[in-house]
């Protein structure tokens, strides 16, 4: 079985400040790993992914994760935070043993409020 | 390359109505999915598909029913509509690495 685990629902920081959306997973083999981003009123976008290689994932619009093996997390960063990054972020594991289909789950998302 | 579509984008019925969401993809993926968004519960997994002529059960399958004839193309069925199908009903594809979503239907039913 996999899952996925967002702990907080909503994050809140200023503009031009750091963030950091938390996401822990469980997989029994290797893992590959999902951001989306969803805008109001929009379906999910692709923010980047962790499949092999280095640990630290640089994706769409300046974010970036750091794969942690031995912590099972993913969490999604962002050096300097922008107003239009205010959305709902979803994580998402998939074993890459392929005995899932290639079904991807989803945590419950976290909401993301940057303010000015 | 228009990516997944759905049709309709929104759609109100009563109780007890019949209707069917259309998902086209462009991209030749082999894999399809129907989710269903709803506050405060992520997203669920209705049903899915892993090529042309196969469906399977998700974890929220009950009242729904979907068939793949064209590996373009998973339609979702809803028989016969209750309230607690009011929903957003999002289809994903994806090859290897990835899900791309279409952007979604809104559903209600009164």
């Known amino acids: 079985a996999q899952s996925v685990a967002q702990p907080e629902d909503q994050v809140n920081v200023a503009e031009g400040n750091p963030l950091t959306v938390k996401c822990t997973y469980s997989v029994s083999g290797n893992p590959y790993l999902f951001w989306y981003v969803q805008y109001p009123n929009r379906g999910l976008q692709f923010l980047l992914k962790?499949?092999?290689?280095?640990?630290l994932v640089k994706g769409s619009y300046g974010f970036e994760a750091e794969f942690n093996k031995s912590q099972t997390s993913f969490h999604l960063k962002k050096p300097s935070a922008l107003v239009s990054d205010s959305a709902l972020y979803f994580c998402?594991?998939?074993?890459?043993?392929?005995?899932?289909?290639?079904?991807?789950?989803f945590g419950d998302g976290t909401t993301l409020t940057v303010k000015p | 390359n228009a990516g997944v579509t759905q049709t309709p984008k929104f759609r109100v019925l009563k109780t007890g109505q019949s209707m069917t969401l259309l998902c086209a993809q462009d991209m030749n993926h082999e894999y399809m999915y129907w989710y269903r968004q709803d506050p405060g519960m992520g997203l669920r997994l209705i049903h899915y598909s892993v090529g042309e002529g196969t469906t399977a059960k998700g974890e929220v399958p009950d009242g729904y029913n979907v068939s793949r004839l064209k590996k373009q193309n998973f339609l979702l069925g809803l028989e016969s509509a209750a309230p607690s199908q009011t929903s957003v009903y999002f289809c994903?594809?994806?090859?290897?690495?990835?899900?791309?979503f279409g952007s979604g239907t809104r559903l209600t039913v009164v």
């Open positions: 962790y499949i092999t290689g280095d640990n």
């Open positions: 998402a594991v998939r074993d890459i043993s392929g005995t899932n289909a290639g079904k991807s789950t």
């Open positions: 994903a594809s994806q090859q290897i690495d990835g899900y791309t």
